[in-house]
């Protein structure tokens, strides 16, 4: 009989461009939840006990804030982003680029007009 045995995405994600493929096309899904699991996945591939050692976190809290049943305050996802040396870069989608920017002084000037 085959044994079947529980895949962790951890074990294959040995290089820098892995890791960044792996982030880039899980945010792309725009699900939260599953980005907060690959964020874990990719600890875990570099050590929880180093990202704790560097994020002044514990280990233990590392674990429990990265499964599927929590929401870690963004604080703790940006200092575990940045203890694995991974940056966010944000862009206009290509449905923004068109629409102008409002001008947000103008509304509040006429707010106050108003008033």
Do not use: C
């Not at 290089?15 to 792309?28: F, H, P, Q, R, T």
């Not at 203890?83 to 629409?99: E, F, G, V």
Request: no cysteine; proline share 3%.
């Amino acid at each position: 009989m085959t044994e079947i045995t529980d895949f962790d995405t951890a074990e294959y994600l040995d290089s820098e461009e892995k890791i960044a493929d792996y982030l880039s096309s899980v945010i792309e899904e725009n699900d939260w939840s599953a980005f907060l699991l690959a964020v874990g996945n990719v600890a875990k591939a570099r050590g929880m006990s180093n990202i704790a050692k560097e994020t002044g976190l514990g280990r233990e809290s590392l674990y429990k804030a990265f499964n599927a049943n929590t929401q870690p305050k963004f604080e703790t996802v940006m200092r575990v982003l940045n203890a694995l040396h991974i940056s966010i870069q944000l862009q206009p989608t290509s449905d923004n680029i068109t629409r102008p920017i409002r001008d947000v002084n103008r509304s509040q000037r006429r707010k106050r007009i108003a008033a």
